[in-house]
């Protein structure tokens, strides 16, 4: 029987990566710059030409290509919209890299594609029903059931972080107030600081060992957020594993003081939900573009 071949591709908004997987085992990767700067048409050159870079090593007709990126295809247009590379947005992105690979192509959310990967090959592997979540400069979440990514009829399953904690809290890019993204992630933190003239990026914050009053109070509730709305998760579906990833799920106090958040707000006398830190790092974004069928 002939091996099958996978291409993963991860477009970010500064690095494009590629991994080859042959039998769930990587035979290339490789990264370079995405340069969005430059435009839509050399973003698409980039593409082409680490993709012909994974080709070299397949020595088959027979393969398929996943490609994970932040945002998603609108089900109705099929225009790309939300991602954070925005010279992508509002164009025909699925079509029009069918068109340069030559070759059919799947696409999906990164925040999906981390969740599949850490359900497949991380640290989320035999779990039935996984919840991913992405904590980084913005804050999304992949849902996974028997290592099948689960979109929904609106194709936005898992964004979590669009859902309101405060309904007069902060502004949110999308339009609404008291989105999580603008509590727990890089960017909600940092503007948290800033407001109180703190000039520290989140990882200097989360990294200072002596806090003043205002920055354990600034902590605390930034626990007290993640608690909430980790909490709702569990409440609405109550999965089988919450898997953290994205540069936050570095900070080892959600994994104690944050547990202990959760649990003030899981609607259960018991609290067993494993909350676990991610294996596969920044990584898991190219290998779940890869698992896509």
């Known amino acids: 029987m002939e091996t099958k071949y996978k291409i993963g591709i991860d477009l970010g908004g500064t690095k494009i990566e590629t991994i080859v997987l042959r039998d769930e085992t990587p035979i290339f990767r490789d990264r370079i710059l995405t340069e969005a700067g ?13 993709y012909n870079q994974a080709l070299d090593v397949v020595d088959t007709k027979h393969f398929t290509v996943g490609i994970c990126t ?7 247009t099929k225009l790309l919209r939300n991602s954070n ?9 699925h079509t029009m890299i069918e068109d340069r690979l030559n070759h059919s192509v799947k696409i999906e959310n990164d925040a999906n594609c981390f969740a599949l990967a850490e359900a497949i090959l991380g640290a989320a592997k035999g779990y039935e029903l ?3 979540i992405i ?13 099948q990514i689960r979109l929904g009829p609106n194709l936005i399953c898992g964004e979590w972080g669009h859902s309101i904690l405060h309904p007069h809290g902060n502004d949110c890019y999308c339009g609404k107030k008291g989105c999580v993204e603008t509590y727990i992630s890089g960017s909600g933190i940092e503007t948290r600081l800033h407001n109180y ?21 600034i902590y605390d509730e930034f626990m007290n957020n993640f608690g909430r709305s980790v909490a709702n998760i569990i409440n609405s579906i109550d999965p089988d594993v919450i898997v953290l990833g994205g540069g936050l799920s570095n900070l080892s106090g959600l994994y104690s003081q944050g547990i202990e958040e959760i649990q003030k707000y899981v609607f259960s006398e018991s609290f067993k939900t494993p909350i676990v830190m991610n294996k596969l790092g920044d990584s898991a974004g190219v290998y779940g573009a890869a698992l896509l069928k």
Do not use: R, W
């Open 130 to 132: 996984v919840f991913g």
């Open 85 to 93: 590379t925005t010279c992508l947005n509002g164009i025909a992105f």
């Open 197 to 217: 003239n703190l000039n520290y990026s989140a990882q200097e914050f989360f990294n200072k060992s002596n806090k003043s009053d205002l920055e354990i109070k």
């Open 38 to 50: 430059k435009g839509p048409d050399h973003i698409f050159n980039q593409i082409s030409k680490i």
């Open 70 to 76: 932040p945002g998603s295809i609108e089900p109705d």
């Open 135 to 147: 904590m980084g400069t913005g804050c999304g979440g992949g849902f996974v059931f028997n290592n």
